[in-house]
């Protein structure tokens, strides 16, 4: 294996690692808890929709994500799946 390839696997690893998309940040989620502070804790979310004052939005991919559903701005419930 080329030194570049061990790098460019390390670096992968390294950064899933750091994935901001866990089990404890998951466990960290209340209903209630402003869109604001959801952001702060999980980042920039992957994908949003909504409309009347509902939206969702979702954090991840297809096998690894977690998802809330907010009203008014604050979450109302959550979901996640394939957290480590």
């Given at each position: 294996?080329s030194?570049?390839?061990?790098?460019l696997l390390s670096?992968c690893?390294?950064?899933?690692?750091?994935s901001?998309?866990?089990q404890?940040?998951?466990s960290?989620?209340?209903?209630g808890?402003?869109?604001?502070?959801?952001e702060?804790?999980?980042?920039?979310?992957?994908e949003c929709s909504?409309a009347?004052?509902m939206?969702?939005c979702?954090?991840?991919?297809e096998k690894?994500?977690?998802?809330?559903?907010?009203?008014?701005?604050k979450v109302?419930?959550y979901s996640g799946?394939?957290?480590?």
């Amino acid at each position: 294996m080329s030194l570049r390839s061990l790098a460019l696997l390390s670096l992968c690893v390294f950064l899933a690692a750091c994935s901001k998309i866990n089990q404890e940040n998951y466990s960290k989620l209340q209903a209630g808890m402003p869109k604001a502070e959801v952001e702060q804790l999980l980042g920039s979310p992957t994908e949003c929709s909504g409309a009347l004052g509902m939206s969702s939005c979702t954090w991840g991919d297809e096998k690894r994500f977690i998802s809330v559903q907010y009203a008014a701005d604050k979450v109302l419930m959550y979901s996640g799946q394939g957290l480590k």
